[in-house]
């Protein structure tokens, strides 16, 4: 792992008068940048090539003579052949030089090693490099451990297919679609020996991937992606917030819920069991006796990963949840990041952060307001790893 001191002492001889927002342009790309413009910091995309035209083109800024943007969001891009070609050293020595804060978000860190961006990527990174990892189901201290040390609620784990007696759901990757979920439901040994089969017959899951998945008492309720901003420099209110909430669009599973019954049951081969590829999302608020509970789990994340993961949560992060019958939450995943579902909020914020910063709050311009805020503070070395 880099050194912290050493990108703090980076991104304090950045000329902070310029400093610029920097992404990976995709997942909550788009958030960020409109975020930054709503700051008034410019904007610097990572492209690839083949899927660049959203922000070179479609959403790239326009500014007036003053320098307003009065359209878009995207000032600048880098375009490569491969996202992982920022890791380039010339590509690092230009984002420096250009003095960017880098936001990392889960395109980020799908697309490049993980033990790269630990190790070699020398870009001040606005959050918590080493939480990052965390969020790889099957690390010896991946959020589910970190979730047990926090004493924070998750579905239980079963320990093989043999032990189900009753509903679970079954997390492993998806074969073809390599950032995306092979997930699939059963409630019996055989329902699962005989969907695990279809699933592999389809090229949606791999026999080795079905090996190592993991098998979870299914939670039958609600989800609510709880998008929570925590500030270390915040010293006078609470330092967590929670900026918005999300749900998801998932393929081919909203699908089959707009079936009736019946006619679902007449669905074969690859039309049988839906897939949980997510292709958008909503925007969700809690009856207000919940809220309570939902920061109680946000101040036990931040607690936990302070203890075994210091210096801790930096900005956004993420706890899915679902939500039982008696009210009960259950974090099903973590996003040690911003999270993937906060497009939702851009430009218009959401009713909760929008309620506590009177005016449209999202997450990409509470991360621009919180860059903004450090360096009004000479503080930007405490939000950099």
Known sequence: ??????????????DLDKVKVGVVASHSGLDVCDGAIAENLP???ICQKGREKTYTQYFKSQRDASGKVIRGMVDE???????????LPVNQKKLVEDNVLFIPNRSFTSYVPIGEIEDNFQVPMFGSRNMLRSEERGEAQDYYWLLEQG?????EKLEGPKDIDGLVMVKLPHKIKKLERGFFTAASYSEFQKKSAELIKN??????ALAEARIERYVIGPVFNLDFFYSPIEKE???????????RFETSLDGHVRLPAPQQMTLEGEQQMPEYTVCGHNSATLRESLLEKAFELGEKYIE???EHYAPGVIGPFCLQTCVDKDLNFYIYD???RVGGGTNVHMAVGHPYGNALWRKEMSTGRRMAMEIRRAIEMDKIGEIVT
Request: hydrophobic share 45%; glycine share 4%; aromatic share 10%.
């Open 1 to 14: 792992m880099i050194d912290r001191k050493e990108i703090q002492e980076i991104a304090e001889n950045y």
């Open 43 to 45: 904007t610097l995309a």
């Open 77 to 87: 891009f880098h375009l490569y052949d491969k996202f992982d070609e920022v890791m």
């Open 151 to 155: 004493g924070l609620p998750f579905p």
């Open 203 to 208: 090229n949606i899951i791999t026999e080795e």
């Open 237 to 247: 209110m609470a330092p967590l917030e929670l900026t918005g909430i999300d749900w």
């Open 304 to 306: 936990a990963s302070k």
């Open 334 to 336: 973590v996003a040690p």
